[in-house]
């Protein structure tokens, strides 16, 4: 399996090309760009992509889609129904109102499809929690297997459940307890931010998922999260180098938030 990938210099959000060897046809998952070095990639290797795979339709994952295009007409964009209706809504105050609206030109894709590019098998997931229509992309080849992420999990941090378009705690955790994690420890994790990873090696070391496995204990200090009182059960680093907060309203409901918005009382001298 051929994964190549760009990365933003100010996002940090990654563009990924896969294809099952040299030449033949080839997917982009994700185009946050910049993806000049990946049209690079796909002409030295002699790669013919057919497909953008979106795993959700916040800006720095779908911005490049355009530039794709111009450079490969033909090229078919699949985005799910709930993701795509959520874009269109994003872009609804940008133009004049005549403009075609963000998701024109996408087509549909749902968890359970399954799709074929050589000798890939490409496999939807639904993870949602940062968004509420977020697919993850199971990735098989032969004996290879990756899964593409998204904004769901990366290495060692999850994604929040606060950004446009997001749905609850329960589902995001739902997302990676319940689906990522049941996938083969091998299984190379190719998130939508930062570094790869492996099922495996999350399943270890990651903070949040141990503590949702019991390994690990939840904190119980006061906070203010959002400008409002809150219990903070844990603050982890995040891929971007900040740090990431699971947090516990008083009526028992959890979150996850940037750590920025989660003021700690100061300690004594």
């Given amino acids: 399996m ?9 996002f940090v959000s990654n563009t990924y090309l896969l294809a099952d060897g040299n030449s033949g046809p080839a997917i982009f998952i994700d185009a946050g760009g910049p993806v000049a070095p990946l049209i690079d990639a796909a002409e030295r290797l002699g790669l013919t992509p057919t497909h953008v795979l979106l795993t959700h339709h916040h800006f720095d994952h779908v911005s490049d889609v355009g530039e794709l295009r111009e450079r490969w007409p033909e090229l078919q964009v699949l985005i799910s129904a709930t993701e795509r209706q959520l874009l269109d809504q994003a872009g609804a105050g940008d133009g004049d109102g005549d403009a075609a609206s963000p998701g024109a030109g996408m087509d549909g894709i749902e968890a359970g499809d399954t799709l074929r590019f050589g000798e890939l098998e490409v496999r939807a997931l639904h993870t949602p929690g940062h968004t509420a229509g977020m697919l993850s992309f199971l990735v098989t080849h032969g004996s290879e297997q990756a899964v593409f992420t998204g904004d769901t999990l990366f290495k060692g941090s999850v994604g929040g459940v606060r950004a446009p378009g997001h749905s609850t705690y329960a589902d995001l955790r739902s997302s990676i307890m319940d689906t990522l994690m049941r996938l083969d420890p091998d299984t190379v994790i190719h998130p939508g931010h930062s570094e790869p990873s492996t099922v495996g090696r999350e399943w270890e070391d990651n903070t949040f998922i141990r503590v949702w496995r019991g390994i690990d204990p939840e904190g119980s200090e006061e906070c203010t999260a959002l400008g409002d009182p809150a219990t903070l059960v844990l603050l982890g680093a995040d891929y ?28 004594p001298a």
Avoid: Y
Avoid at 2 to 10: L, T
Avoid at 244 to 256: E, F, H, T, V
């Fill in 240 to 267: 971007d180098g900040g740090t990431k907060a699971w947090i516990r309203w008083p009526d028992g409901s959890d979150d996850i938030v940037p750590g920025s918005r989660v003021e700690q009382p100061a300690q």
């Fill in 2 to 10: 051929i994964v190549e990938h760009s990365s933003h210099p100010q």
